[in-house]
């Protein structure tokens, strides 16, 4: 049985993160897990596809609340050296990019609170 190709729309989010000390970040979110940066220092992604029982925008929000310092930055660092990027490229865009994304975290809060 040929299976057909599927094209399906669904959620995602993005938020646009500043700091004088960190320039700033693009942050894309999707209900699959999805996990995009886009800033001054890089860009990098990773996906969790086992995050959650139900795959939503906001149990993916809780989840990404969550992670600690050495969980995430080990995650960007395997993906950006998968892509044989230098190392001292990799710690640059870990180190001023996880600031941006505890601001991230902290939106994400905020934002789970009021729910």
Sequence with gaps: ??????????????YYVSHLDHSFGIFAISENGDLFINGDWGQSNFAWRSFAAEKTIEAFREFLIGLD??????????????????????????????P???????????QHVAV
Excluded: C
Excluded at 2 to 11: D, G
Excluded at 72 to 98: A, P, Q, R
Excluded at 100 to 110: G, H, I, R, V
């Design 1 to 14: 049985m040929k299976k057909e190709p599927i094209v399906r729309k669904q959620a995602a989010e993005s």
């Design 69 to 98: 310092e050495g969980y995430w930055k080990s995650k960007m660092e395997y993906n950006l050296g998968y892509m044989d990027i230098k190392k001292v490229v990799v710690k640059n865009f870990v180190d001023h990019t996880w």
């Design 100 to 110: 941006l994304f505890q601001m991230l975290q902290d939106e994400l809060k905020k």
